[in-house]
C-alpha cells in the first residue's frame, strides 16, 4: 500500500526553527510537494523536490533523500502567522498526489 | 492570475435537493481536480479531468456527478447527498498531469452542510 507519515502535531516558538518530517512508501516516485493549510482554508503550495537535496525559498527549505524515503520542511525565524498545518504530499507512479494526514504548527508567542 | 475560484464559498442543503458547486481558472491548466476534506484530514481525490475528459474517479457515490464544460469551468453536481457528505470540497488545477513540478493551484472551497 501507499503510506506517507507525519507528525499529527508540533510546537515551537516564535523566532525558533522548526523542522516537520515527512517519510513515505508509495508505487513510484515523481516529486514531493509540501503544501501549507490555514484552518477553514485552501492548501496553498510551499515547495516541490524531486532530486535529493535542499531546495530554499526564503524563509522556508524542503530537503528530500529519494533513497531513505524521507523529506523534512524547514521553517527559520517562525512567525504567528505560520501556525497552520503543514501536508506533505508524494506524486506517484500514476502522476496522482498521495496526501499525507499533515502536521499541524502551533507557534508560541 | 493564479486563481482558482470556488462558488459559493458556503453551501446548506437538504437530502432532497440539487445543488451545484462551480469552479473557475484561466491559467491554461488543462488538468482539474474535485477534493472533499473532512476536517483534520487531508483532503481525498474525487475526480480528475484531463483535457475536459474524466481522467479518474476514485469511486465516489452517483450522488457526485462532475461536469467539465470547457477548459476553464468545472462543475460538481450534487443530489440526495448524505449528512457524512458534509465537508469542505476542494477544487484544483494543474498545468497538466504528468511530469515536473504541476503543482496543483487550489480554489478556496466551498463548505457544504448537509441537514
Known amino acids: 500500500g501507499q503510506n506517507i507519515d507525519q507528525p499529527t502535531e508540533m510546537t515551537a516558538t516564535e523566532g525558533a526553527i522548526v523542522q516537520i518530517n515527512c517519510t513515505y512508501q508509495?508505487?513510484?516516485?515523481?516529486?514531493l510537494f509540501w503544501y501549507q493549510q490555514h484552518a477553514g482554508e485552501a492548501p496553498t503550495f510551499l515547495s516541490y523536490?524531486?532530486l535529493d537535496g535542499l531546495e530554499e525559498k526564503g524563509r522556508f527549505s524542503s530537503f528530500l533523500s529519494r533513497s531513505k524515503g524521507y523529506s523534512y520542511l524547514l521553517l527559520k525565524e517562525l512567525q504567528m502567522k505560520d501556525s497552520a498545518s503543514y501536508l506533505c504530499?508524494?506524486?506517484?507512479?500514476?502522476?496522482?498526489?498521495?496526501w499525507g494526514a499533515g502536521t499541524k504548527l502551533i507557534i508560541k508567542p | 492570475d493564479t486563481e482558482v475560484t470556488q462558488t459559493p464559498k458556503h453551501l446548506v442543503m437538504g437530502m432532497t435537493n440539487k445543488k451545484s458547486l462551480k469552479c473557475e481558472q484561466h491559467?491554461?491548466?488543462?488538468?482539474m481536480y474535485w477534493y472533499k476534506q473532512k476536517a483534520k484530514k487531508p483532503p481525498e481525490l474525487m475526480f480528475v479531468?484531463?483535457?475536459?475528459?474524466?481522467?479518474i474517479n476514485e469511486s465516489v457515490p452517483s450522488r457526485f456527478s462532475p461536469e467539465c464544460p470547457n477548459s476553464s469551468l468545472l462543475n460538481l453536481h450534487l443530489h440526495a447527498l448524505q449528512p457524512e457528505d458534509s465537508a469542505l470540497y476542494l477544487c484544483?488545477?494543474?498545468?497538466?498531469?504528468?511530469?515536473?513540478?504541476?503543482?496543483?493551484?487550489f480554489g478556496q472551497g466551498t463548505r457544504l452542510t448537509v441537514v
Open positions: 484544483a488545477s494543474s498545468q497538466d498531469l504528468g511530469r515536473g513540478t504541476t503543482e496543483a493551484f
Open positions: 508509495t508505487s513510484g516516485f515523481n516529486g
Open positions: 523536490n524531486v
Open positions: 491559467m491554461g491548466h488543462r488538468a
Open positions: 504530499a508524494v506524486k506517484d507512479s500514476n502522476y496522482q498526489l498521495i
Open positions: 479531468y484531463s483535457y475536459e475528459k474524466l481522467s
